[in-house]
């Protein structure tokens, strides 16, 4: 596992109760809990952590993106470090 991915596991991770923090690239955002509200913060820390912008419609409800490999992913791409 990638530093990137690390960390973005561990900031996804710090929004979840103590049972749910063992995640898997594969699991699914719903089904772990997030909400859009946890969505939006979570976007704010990525953000923050790796200082870059994420496109993101903060007043849409409907979550960007599904899984958590698909958020890992998606900083990859924008920090260059895929």
């Known amino acids: 596992m990638g530093d ?3 960390e973005v596991i561990a900031i996804i991770g710090k929004k979840l ?3 749910k923090r063992n995640l898997q690239m594969a699991d699914r955002l ?5 909400d859009s509200l946890m969505a939006v913060e979570m976007i704010f820390d990525l953000e923050e952590k790796f200082d870059i912008e994420i496109p993101f419609n ?4 409907k979550l ?8 890992v992913e ?3 791409k924008i920090t260059g470090k895929a």
């Open 4 to 6: 990137v991915t690390a």
């Open 17 to 19: 109760p103590p049972d």
């Open 30 to 34: 719903d089904e772990i809990g997030v």
């Open 58 to 61: 903060a007043n849409d409800a």
């Open 64 to 71: 960007e993106f599904e899984t958590v490999g698909e958020i």
């Open 74 to 76: 998606a900083i990859k």
